[in-house]
């Protein structure tokens, strides 16, 4: 038992042993914590990539903002075109079918003739049925007032509907320069919103134009109606009394 060497225990652990605070202090001094003015660096310029992206994003919504009222304007100079046109192809079927007026009065005038010459050829006929020089001078001369009626009124033979056939920005500024992020976005939205008040406005004349010109469409339907029917009938008329 006397030749045994025995170790002491406390003395092993001691050498090792360190007290909770220390452990701390040094544990503290091995990471790279940032400072205050690291810190308050750090946020400035998370605050300032913030603020570039909102100033960003504000400068695009103006930019489609300014795009879309280039468009209504755009739009609104072609309604204004079509209209020009529309009102142009009323005014030429309003002469159409005043046109067609007059010829049927002369159409009527012509079956008034025609009559006359039937009872005339047929009084004759009744007559002087032996005579057949008469009727063939009648019947001459018969067919040159037919001649003469046709060429007189050889334009309407063409639909006068083939005349309808061929009828006859601002200046925007960059927002405020101004580096204070509260103005510029200020000045920002404040283009914004006057784009949107433009933009409603546009929307809503661009309405009214469209109900109007839908209007006159229909009253131009109606008027080539009428012209249509009228050509029809008058058409139809002259070819019974060439006929006869």
Do not use: C
Request: glycine share 4%; no cysteine.
């Amino acid at each position: 038992m006397s030749g045994h060497n025995y170790v002491d225990t406390n003395k092993l652990f001691a050498e090792d042993d360190v007290d909770d605070e220390t452990f701390l202090r040094n544990s503290r001094h091995s990471y790279n914590t940032p400072t205050f003015e690291e810190q308050k660096q750090s946020f400035l310029e998370r605050k300032q990539e913030i603020e570039d992206r909102t100033i960003k994003s504000s400068e695009r919504s103006i930019s489609l903002l300014r795009d879309s009222e280039q468009v209504g304007i755009a739009t609104a100079e072609e309604l204004m075109r079509q209209r020009e046109q529309l009102e142009s192809t009323d005014r030429r079927l309003d002469e159409i079918n005043q046109t067609l007026r007059f010829s049927q009065k002369h159409i009527n005038g012509i079956k008034s003739v025609f009559s006359s010459l039937k009872s005339y050829i047929s009084g004759r006929n009744d007559s002087s049925p032996s005579i057949s020089s008469g009727s063939s001078n009648t019947q001459t001369t018969n067919s040159t007032i037919i001649e003469n009626k046709v060429a007189e009124y050889d334009r309407y033979e063409n639909h006068p509907t083939t005349r309808l056939r061929n009828p006859e920005p601002d200046t925007y500024t960059q927002g405020s320069s101004s580096k204070n992020f509260s103005a510029r976005l200020d000045a920002n939205l404040q283009e914004m919103h006057s784009s949107i008040s433009k933009l409603k406005g546009l929307a809503s004349g661009l309405s009214y134009e469209i109900d109007s010109q839908n209007d006159l469409i229909r009253d131009i339907i109606d008027k080539t109606d009428v012209a249509d029917v009228t050509i029809s009938k008058q058409n139809k008329e002259m070819n019974r009394i060439l006929q006869k």
